[in-house]
């Protein structure tokens, strides 16, 4: 059974950090794509990063600079390292793992974390 389990989320003030972790089972950790979405109130999910199997990043724009995204094969984990908060990253974040195989995608999200920025 393929588990995504996210931690790491709460509530912290402006300005200050937070790591997530995205915790892997049931799946060959280190040939699948991750990415980390987020989803505020009222709003579509979003992209913030992503991290291809061999450790190639990319950003939404808004968290360039602030947001690092990484991973740990041996560990099955994912992280998104999150500095310099704002009230607008106020969302639900998941994790997202994906894969093409064969011609057929394999796709996994986590239950999600919530982060509030707020003071």
């Known amino acids: 059974q393929v588990q995504l389990v996210e931690s790491g989320g709460g509530l912290v003030q402006p300005g200050r950090s937070l790591r997530l972790s995205c915790a892997a089972s049931?799946?060959?950790?280190?040939?699948?794509?991750m990415a980390w979405y987020r989803q505020a109130p009222g709003k579509q999910r979003e992209l913030v990063a992503t991290i291809t199997s061999g450790g190639s990043t990319n950003y939404a724009d808004s968290m360039k600079g602030r947001f690092t995204i990484s991973r740990d094969n041996a560990k099955n984990t994912s992280y998104l390292q999150m500095n310099s908060l704002r009230p607008e990253d106020t969302a639900v974040y998941y994790c997202?793992?994906?894969?093409?195989?064969?011609?057929?995608?394999?796709?996994?999200w986590g239950q999600g974390t919530q982060v509030t920025v707020s003071s």
């Open positions: 049931g799946i060959s950790f280190s040939l699948y794509f």
């Open positions: 997202n793992a994906v894969r093409s195989l064969m011609g057929r995608r394999y796709e996994y």
